[in-house]
């Protein structure tokens, strides 16, 4: 429309102004129209962006644009709008500083300069037990002996999609183990799954219809937006916590944002929690369960617990399972869902064990069908049912990994204070949540995003800034210090020294 | 005046969750429930009912229970387990390089070579199920829809369209040229898309073709691809039977026919493989998505975070599968017992005075029994399927399940019992018929 000012001035005469903004508007709609008619039937793919198409790829795209109007000549093969979205490169530092991280990985001997890896919430303390697990159970425990025969039919075949029945036992015994045995779980309302992140998109699917949300309180684990939002085609609305209360969700929050996603349009299909937090590292309260439940019914919602980290303890606090609330009061049931993982407390990231939880048999029974998707590899299943059925093995893992993390937070936390850098109170989880707000320039997601890039290029150390968890206050870091050994913590802290060497507030550590 | 309580409202599920798409409600799966019910025991249950419809391969466990015996270590990580902590914290998408080149020879392997694949094209999935599912969520937005010649396995219904909201349109296939694709039946398919206002993305062809055991000609290989190419959509080609062919030289695969025409048109072109029927390793899920399209390779990747191979079974396999001698004597003992089993089979079933379409590969061949319909309709079929599951008690998989447009067509599945099983079921189907004859005579 920008022709039509000009040629207002143009149009002279009786009904100047209104001619003058009439005719070219009118010869504007029909251009339009023209091209509109004239427009090769096939729409074209997004032009690839620089840094991922081959030269060939962005060639014919370039031909196909000029002669667009006139004839049908070489088309790029369309994907589809999903795949477009999920092709461009990723622009969030959370994956970029693992990228730069996994490139050039810091390694106390062959690799001294490397980036050390903070972004990753893995957890390494405890190999050693798992290893040596390794070395005096392994034996034939993969292929199994049927009757003194070795026997593959056991695990080549095709089991049930939702993890066999020996597994979910085994799997229910260590996750009431974790939790202090403060609640029972039952193997016929559990779902396995190649992982949690499909665990969670799973009930997305299940939960909610595409344009419809749920909530989230933030800061959140970077992956949410990929797990929930991907495929599934359901958004992320953030309820903010502050550090006021040290990131603590409220109702009231959690009530405001409802309220104005429903003033939108948007359908608010459920609460997506974790619990313990991440990146934070706090719990929720038996009180604050209570309400999330309450506030869930009121709006007859769902809530999506993710518990991953229960077994990851380090604080004194007690870990209360919305399992375990559930038990004790006369709530619908129907509406939660929890979900689990063996990444975390038991180190196994790359074995992709995930669980979904469920009370409601609907959920369960979709579920179940979903899993020929993302089902957990037969061999594996077994290896985990002689590990997690090794109950003197399983208690000595809990407690030293509790021990060994104890140690590593509280080491870490206090070199950090040295730099007079605070970290968030927390309980649990592979991370702490450092406030190096008073380390940036400019108070806001630009100061925070350089200092990450400092830290990150300079100080040769990856950690997650808040914004890449969608944290409101700029300057907060989630710094993960289960990939380091006790040697590595003093050349952490002398790395980021070095990298804020200019900055006056960290040299006046009172 | 009355106050009315209201009911509390009980949560609610997605479309998805309460859709039908799933599938599961078809004879295809009403068949499994009868077996699972009633399973046939060579001990302990001969009047049970023997599962034919499940395409599982177990005729060559033992070669693999030998190699798994002679190499502990691919299974334990060795002695003081070196390598298991990088193998327990991997879980890149990209997947075990070591696996990925594993398995590119593998499959260049079970095409004689003639054809090459690049192991950083190599997607990996937790099953081919998921790697179609994924492919279609890439290719085709909600709504747009994929042409599938008929008859086809009645999982793609599933799996395709579930999730993805992408619709199927048929392209319909006939005995009067035993099954196969046509210019003429492709179009139609096409033009049916366009009369119903749906975008067609791509063509999603099995080959070898399951449920008709047999490879699909190179000559009609070219004509779909050069279809695809004059209409700018995608080719998936679902080679999961690959390996499963009664003699090498009569599979081509689409590699090869690229290969041949120096790989134009190679960036709409998409293969999908796993070791679930080659390799009779179904619950290990492993599968593989092969793309000559970088963007695809790119965006399955980063999609394929929902469904990993476990790293244990990637390590595993990445061993067995780079022991050429091991893969060598696999791929040609396997083929050698299932032309074995297949021949038993068609043997068996032409004393009985039946007839299969003639296959050369897979788990299963196409019996016509058409000639025993009351009326040659799908109710008609399905009423023959009845007496066969309920009376001759044998589970196979009618035609009608896998959008077959003549009734009477039945696939019946062969390598997923033991050769004395399959013996039996032969008796079964011979009694069958003899009762049929007598039945007909004294009419």
Same mark, same amino acid.
């Given at each position: 429309m920008r022709l039509i000012v000009p040629l207002q001035s143009v149009v002279q005469g009786r009904g100047g102004l209104i001619f003058g903004s009439l005719i070219p508007c009118a010869l504007f709609y029909f251009l339009q129209l023209y091209l509109k008619r004239h427009r090769s039937p096939k729409p074209q793919s997004n032009p690839p962006s620089p840094t991922t198409s081959s030269p060939k790829l962005a060639e014919m795209t370039r031909t196909s644009s000029r002669s667009n109007l006139f004839s049908r000549s070489i088309e790029q093969v369309r994907i589809s709008s999903r795949a477009i979205s999920i092709a461009k490169p990723n622009e969030s530092p959370y994956y970029i500083g693992l990228d730069k991280a996994s490139e050039d990985p810091y390694d106390r001997l062959s690799n001294p300069d490397g980036v050390i890896q903070l972004g990753l919430s893995e957890n390494r303390l405890c190999f050693d037990l798992i290893e040596k697990w390794m070395s005096e159970n392994l034996g034939h425990s993969i292929t199994g002996r049927d009757n003194g025969e070795l026997n593959i039919n056991g695990i080549a075949t095709y089991q049930p999609f939702d993890g066999t029945m020996e597994l979910k036992l085994a799997m229910a015994g260590f996750m009431s183990h974790i939790m202090g045995g403060a609640v029972t779980f039952e193997p016929s309302q559990m779902v396995l799954t190649a992982g949690a992140t499909p665990a969670i998109e799973t009930l997305c699917f299940c939960l909610a219809d595409q344009g419809n949300a749920f909530l989230v309180p933030t800061p959140y684990y970077p992956g949410f937006d990929r797990d929930v939002k991907f495929r599934t085609g359901v958004e992320l609305i953030p309820v903010h916590c502050r550090s006021t209360d040290n990131f603590a969700l409220s109702i009231t929050a959690l009530d405001q944002a409802f309220n104005q996603t429903r003033k939108h349009g948007t359908k608010i299909r459920g609460i997506l929690l974790s619990n313990p937090a991440n990146p934070v590292g706090n719990l929720l309260s038996r009180e604050m369960l209570y309400a999330i439940l309450d506030f869930a019914r009121e709006k007859n919602i769902h809530v999506i617990s993710d518990e991953i980290f229960a077994g990851s303890m380090y604080g004194n606090e007690e870990f209360v399972s919305m399992a375990e609330v559930l038990d004790s009061e006369d709530f619908d049931k129907n509406r939660v869902h929890i979900v689990y993982g063996l990444?975390?407390?038991?180190?196994?990231?790359?074995?992709?064990v995930g669980v979904i939880y469920s009370f409601n048999e609907n959920v369960l029974a979709a579920a179940r069908k979903l899993t020929r998707f993302s089902s957990v590899s037969a061999p594996t299943q077994r290896l985990l049912v002689s590990m997690l059925s090794d109950a003197r093995f399983i208690e000595e893992y809990i407690k030293t990994n509790k021990r060994r993390l104890q140690n590593m937070h509280a080491l870490f936390v206090a070199g950090l204070k040295g730099l007079n850098i605070r970290c968030a109170d927390s309980s649990a989880g592979l991370y702490c949540w450092a406030d190096m707000s008073k380390l940036i320039s400019s108070y806001s997601e630009k100061g925070e995003l350089e200092l990450w890039d400092k830290l990150l290029n300079v100080g040769k150390i990856n950690v997650t800034p808040g914004s890449a968890c969608h944290c409101i206050e700029p300057g907060w870091f989630r710094c993960c210090f289960t990939t380091l050994a006790e040697e590595d913590i003093p050349v952490v802290l002398e790395r980021i020294r070095k990298a804020v060497e200019n900055t006056t507030d960290l040299l006046n550590s009172s | 005046m009355a106050i009315e309580i209201e009911k509390p409202s009980s949560v609610r599920l997605s479309k998805v969750a309460i859709s039908k798409t799933h599938g599961e409600d078809s004879p295809y799966f009403a068949g499994w429930k009868a077996y699972d019910e009633n399973p046939y025991d060579e001990i302990h249950n001969q009047s049970g009912v023997i599962q034919m419809g499940l395409a599982e391969n177990?005729? #060559?466990f033992d070669l693999l229970e030998k190699y798994l015996e002679e190499h502990h270590e691919v299974s334990s990580w060795g002695k003081g387990a070196p390598g298991f902590r990088e193998n327990a914290l991997f879980q890149d998408y990209h997947g075990l390089k070591s696996f990925r080149q594993a398995m590119a020879n593998f499959m260049e392997q079970i095409r004689g070579g003639k054809a090459k694949f690049d192991p950083d094209r190599i997607v990996l999935t937790a099953g081919a199920t998921a790697a179609n599912e994924l492919l279609t969520f890439i290719l085709a937005d909600p709504g747009d829809a994929l042409l599938v010649p008929t008859p086809y396995y009645p999982g793609f219904d599933r799996d395709l369209r579930w999730r993805t909201g992408v619709k199927i349109v048929p392209i319909h296939c006939n005995s009067s040229n035993n099954f196969q694709i046509t210019p003429e039946a492709l179009e139609a398919a096409y033009q049916s898309a366009e009369s119903m206002d749906l975008k067609v993305r791509g063509i999603l062809i099995t080959n070898p073709s399951n449920p008709l055991g047999s490879t699909i000609q190179s000559s009609v290989l070219n004509d779909i691809l050069d279809f695809a190419a004059h209409k700018n959509i995608h080719l998936v080609s679902d080679e999961i039977y690959s390996g499963s062919t009664f003699s090498p030289s009569e599979f081509v695969s689409i590699a090869e026919i690229l290969r041949n025409r120096n790989y134009k048109d190679a960036e709409r072109v998409h293969i999908v493989y796993s070791l679930s029927k080659d390799l009779g390793? @179904?619950?290990?899920?492993v599968g593989t998505i092969y793309s000559y399209n970088d963007d695809v390779v790119t965006t399955a990747r980063r999609m394929s975070s929902f469904t990993l191979i476990s790293s244990q079974t990637q390590h595993l396999l990445a061993c067995m599968l780079s022991n050429h001698e091991f893969t060598q004597n696999y791929i040609k003992t396997n083929r050698e017992r299932l032309n074995k089993r297949y021949d038993m089979i068609i043997q068996g079933l032409k004393k009985a005075g039946i007839e299969c379409l003639k296959g050369n590969a897979g788990l299963f061949c196409w019996m016509n $029994? #058409? @000639? $025993? $319909?009351?009326? @040659?309709t799908r109710q008609g079929e399905l009423e023959l399927w009845n007496i066969i599951l309920n009376q001759v008690k044998l589970n196979i998989s009618p035609g009608s399940s896998c959008h077959c447009s003549e009734p009477g067509w039945f696939r019946v599945c062969f390598a997923n019992m033991s050769e004395q099983t399959l013996r039996v079921a032969l008796q079964r189907i011979h009694k069958f018929m003899e009762q049929r004859k007598v039945c007909s005579v004294n009419q």
């Amino acid at each position: 429309m920008r022709l039509i000012v000009p040629l207002q001035s143009v149009v002279q005469g009786r009904g100047g102004l209104i001619f003058g903004s009439l005719i070219p508007c009118a010869l504007f709609y029909f251009l339009q129209l023209y091209l509109k008619r004239h427009r090769s039937p096939k729409p074209q793919s997004n032009p690839p962006s620089p840094t991922t198409s081959s030269p060939k790829l962005a060639e014919m795209t370039r031909t196909s644009s000029r002669s667009n109007l006139f004839s049908r000549s070489i088309e790029q093969v369309r994907i589809s709008s999903r795949a477009i979205s999920i092709a461009k490169p990723n622009e969030s530092p959370y994956y970029i500083g693992l990228d730069k991280a996994s490139e050039d990985p810091y390694d106390r001997l062959s690799n001294p300069d490397g980036v050390i890896q903070l972004g990753l919430s893995e957890n390494r303390l405890c190999f050693d037990l798992i290893e040596k697990w390794m070395s005096e159970n392994l034996g034939h425990s993969i292929t199994g002996r049927d009757n003194g025969e070795l026997n593959i039919n056991g695990i080549a075949t095709y089991q049930p999609f939702d993890g066999t029945m020996e597994l979910k036992l085994a799997m229910a015994g260590f996750m009431s183990h974790i939790m202090g045995g403060a609640v029972t779980f039952e193997p016929s309302q559990m779902v396995l799954t190649a992982g949690a992140t499909p665990a969670i998109e799973t009930l997305c699917f299940c939960l909610a219809d595409q344009g419809n949300a749920f909530l989230v309180p933030t800061p959140y684990y970077p992956g949410f937006d990929r797990d929930v939002k991907f495929r599934t085609g359901v958004e992320l609305i953030p309820v903010h916590c502050r550090s006021t209360d040290n990131f603590a969700l409220s109702i009231t929050a959690l009530d405001q944002a409802f309220n104005q996603t429903r003033k939108h349009g948007t359908k608010i299909r459920g609460i997506l929690l974790s619990n313990p937090a991440n990146p934070v590292g706090n719990l929720l309260s038996r009180e604050m369960l209570y309400a999330i439940l309450d506030f869930a019914r009121e709006k007859n919602i769902h809530v999506i617990s993710d518990e991953i980290f229960a077994g990851s303890m380090y604080g004194n606090e007690e870990f209360v399972s919305m399992a375990e609330v559930l038990d004790s009061e006369d709530f619908d049931k129907n509406r939660v869902h929890i979900v689990y993982g063996l990444s975390k407390d038991l180190s196994l990231p790359g074995f992709r064990v995930g669980v979904i939880y469920s009370f409601n048999e609907n959920v369960l029974a979709a579920a179940r069908k979903l899993t020929r998707f993302s089902s957990v590899s037969a061999p594996t299943q077994r290896l985990l049912v002689s590990m997690l059925s090794d109950a003197r093995f399983i208690e000595e893992y809990i407690k030293t990994n509790k021990r060994r993390l104890q140690n590593m937070h509280a080491l870490f936390v206090a070199g950090l204070k040295g730099l007079n850098i605070r970290c968030a109170d927390s309980s649990a989880g592979l991370y702490c949540w450092a406030d190096m707000s008073k380390l940036i320039s400019s108070y806001s997601e630009k100061g925070e995003l350089e200092l990450w890039d400092k830290l990150l290029n300079v100080g040769k150390i990856n950690v997650t800034p808040g914004s890449a968890c969608h944290c409101i206050e700029p300057g907060w870091f989630r710094c993960c210090f289960t990939t380091l050994a006790e040697e590595d913590i003093p050349v952490v802290l002398e790395r980021i020294r070095k990298a804020v060497e200019n900055t006056t507030d960290l040299l006046n550590s009172s | 005046m009355a106050i009315e309580i209201e009911k509390p409202s009980s949560v609610r599920l997605s479309k998805v969750a309460i859709s039908k798409t799933h599938g599961e409600d078809s004879p295809y799966f009403a068949g499994w429930k009868a077996y699972d019910e009633n399973p046939y025991d060579e001990i302990h249950n001969q009047s049970g009912v023997i599962q034919m419809g499940l395409a599982e391969n177990q005729v #060559s466990f033992d070669l693999l229970e030998k190699y798994l015996e002679e190499h502990h270590e691919v299974s334990s990580w060795g002695k003081g387990a070196p390598g298991f902590r990088e193998n327990a914290l991997f879980q890149d998408y990209h997947g075990l390089k070591s696996f990925r080149q594993a398995m590119a020879n593998f499959m260049e392997q079970i095409r004689g070579g003639k054809a090459k694949f690049d192991p950083d094209r190599i997607v990996l999935t937790a099953g081919a199920t998921a790697a179609n599912e994924l492919l279609t969520f890439i290719l085709a937005d909600p709504g747009d829809a994929l042409l599938v010649p008929t008859p086809y396995y009645p999982g793609f219904d599933r799996d395709l369209r579930w999730r993805t909201g992408v619709k199927i349109v048929p392209i319909h296939c006939n005995s009067s040229n035993n099954f196969q694709i046509t210019p003429e039946a492709l179009e139609a398919a096409y033009q049916s898309a366009e009369s119903m206002d749906l975008k067609v993305r791509g063509i999603l062809i099995t080959n070898p073709s399951n449920p008709l055991g047999s490879t699909i000609q190179s000559s009609v290989l070219n004509d779909i691809l050069d279809f695809a190419a004059h209409k700018n959509i995608h080719l998936v080609s679902d080679e999961i039977y690959s390996g499963s062919t009664f003699s090498p030289s009569e599979f081509v695969s689409i590699a090869e026919i690229l290969r041949n025409r120096n790989y134009k048109d190679a960036e709409r072109v998409h293969i999908v493989y796993s070791l679930s029927k080659d390799l009779g390793l @179904p619950g290990f899920r492993v599968g593989t998505i092969y793309s000559y399209n970088d963007d695809v390779v790119t965006t399955a990747r980063r999609m394929s975070s929902f469904t990993l191979i476990s790293s244990q079974t990637q390590h595993l396999l990445a061993c067995m599968l780079s022991n050429h001698e091991f893969t060598q004597n696999y791929i040609k003992t396997n083929r050698e017992r299932l032309n074995k089993r297949y021949d038993m089979i068609i043997q068996g079933l032409k004393k009985a005075g039946i007839e299969c379409l003639k296959g050369n590969a897979g788990l299963f061949c196409w019996m016509n $029994l #058409s @000639p $025993l $319909l009351n009326e @040659p309709t799908r109710q008609g079929e399905l009423e023959l399927w009845n007496i066969i599951l309920n009376q001759v008690k044998l589970n196979i998989s009618p035609g009608s399940s896998c959008h077959c447009s003549e009734p009477g067509w039945f696939r019946v599945c062969f390598a997923n019992m033991s050769e004395q099983t399959l013996r039996v079921a032969l008796q079964r189907i011979h009694k069958f018929m003899e009762q049929r004859k007598v039945c007909s005579v004294n009419q």
